[in-house]
């Protein structure tokens, strides 16, 4: 069978390939960039798309041959980059219409449990608009036959969710969000995965919606104590973290890359995410495990344990290294002490009255510049080359013609070492 998966280089839409490239299916991974996965599995047959922009047109050359198109794509905050609208519902449906068109004969669309086009979240709306135009198709008529599959939170390594919770788990004191007993119905991705092959591979005629949920609700404090076990951490008493500070980070998360929760998030949080098993639509026979039996059988690594306790710690540096940079920017032009100072220190390098302002103005906007680029998220090996060069030519700079900061008692020079191993941690924790 050739599979199409929409959304390859995602959590989901990731494992989704390997399950298939192992079962011997032909596999095209489409993404924004795909080209991450050739190197983990080697001939796969690699398709750039962009929902945000791609139409009909584009679908329809793309789909020849192809007998099956999972739609796994999808993004958790709604920022102008990667706007919910156009990669949950308009690009969805101009490649639900193109599968149309040329004849595809199976479609699975992965959505989310409480999708509804008048969803209380643009996530849900989203996501449920591109369900109403697919369930909209007779596949009686159109010969489409289509499938939306339905999850609730999804679980596993490489997942948003997951490195949410075990970035609280591994806290000496764990946050408690909210009241601490906002309920989810979690599903391990491996479970969710293998339901889709199935769905995919068999032939009979199966329910056009399923709701891939876990076997029972778990509230936030239970999913987190859960995965503070599994990293192997004992004790660990719960601090409450009030709703109002959750919104505030909630707001931050949707401005700045600062973890994975945003005001999305945390509205499905506080919503919950549940239904009873007697009026959901699921397989007859499928039963996932409970996650602490998902967990059980993929145990924790040291490095699982690393992951949780330098994730939270990787968007703090980014922000304190933002903040920094921006202060030591603007300190010096908007402030008339520190910038006379200034001009006297560069004097001594031997620039003119002109180039001094220049230096000291160009100098400042160039840490402007790396501390918004910083704080916004923005090409992070980059800014890390900039950061450590920019700090090397000025320490250099300050060696030659001001030697005596370098036994200076405040030590300003010296504090430039852990300023470069800093922006050198946050590059290799950044790196994909």
């Known amino acids: 069978m050739r599979v199409l998966i929409v959304g390859a280089s995602g959590f989901i839409g990731g494992r989704l390939v390997r399950r298939f ?87 699975i669309q992965i959505s989310a449990l409480g999708a509804d086009p008048e969803g209380t979240t643009c996530y849900f709306r989203s996501k449920g608009s591109a369900d109403a135009v697919l369930s909209g198709l007779d596949p009686t008529r159109e010969r489409l036959e289509w499938i939306i599959v339905r999850p609730s939170v999804v679980v596993g390594r490489g997942g948003g969710s997951h490195e949410l919770f075990t970035g609280l788990a591994a806290w000496p004191l764990l946050p408690r969000l909210g009241p601490g007993c906002w309920q989810m119905q979690p599903v391990h991705v491996l479970d969710l995965v293998e339901l889709i092959h199935d769905l995919a591979t068999t032939r009979e005629r199966t329910l056009p919606r399923i709701d891939a949920i876990g076997p029972e609700p778990v509230t936030t404090d239970a999913l987190t104590s859960l995965l503070r076990q599994w990293l192997g951490l004992t004790g660990g008493r719960f601090i409450p973290v009030p709703v109002g500070m959750l919104r505030l980070a909630g707001w931050l998360g949707d401005h700045l890359p600062l973890g994975p929760l945003n005001r999305e998030a945390l509205a499905m949080l506080m919503q919950g ?79 003119t009255d002109g180039w001094t302002t220049v230096a000291l103005y160009g100098a400042g906007l160039l840490d402007l510049l790396l501390g918004v680029m910083l704080l916004t998220g923005k090409r992070s090996r980059l800014i890390g080359g900039l950061g450590i060069g920019a700090t090397l030519m000025f320490t250099g700079i300050i060696l030659v013609f001001m030697p005596e900061f370098a036994w200076h008692p405040f030590g300003p020079l010296t504090k430039n070492l852990p300023l470069v191993a800093a922006m050198l941690i946050l590059m290799i924790l950044e790196e994909k």
């Open 273 to 351: 995410n549940t239904i009873a098993r007697e009026k959901a639509s699921l397989p007859e026979g499928w039963m996932p495990r409970t996650i602490p039996v998902a967990l059980l059988a993929e145990p924790a690594t040291s490095g699982d344990l690393w992951q949780a306790r330098l994730s939270p710690m990787k968007h703090l540096l980014r922000g304190i290294l933002g903040c920094f940079w921006i202060a030591s920017g603007l300190i010096p032009m908007v402030m008339e002490a520190s910038r006379q100072e200034g001009y006297a220190l560069l004097a001594r390098t031997g620039l």
């Open 21 to 107: 490239a192992a079962a011997g299916h032909q596999v095209v991974a489409a993404a924004r960039d795909p080209s991450s996965l050739d190197r983990f599995i080697p001939g796969l047959t690699l398709l750039p798309v962009d929902l945000r922009r791609d139409g009909e047109a584009e679908w329809r050359t793309r789909l020849a041959g192809i007998d099956l198109v999972i739609n796994a794509a999808g993004v958790i905050d709604n920022r102008s980059a990667n706007p919910m609208e156009a990669v949950h519902a308009s690009g969805p449906a101009s490649l639900f219409a193109a599968c149309l068109q040329v004849g595809v004969p199976r479609v």
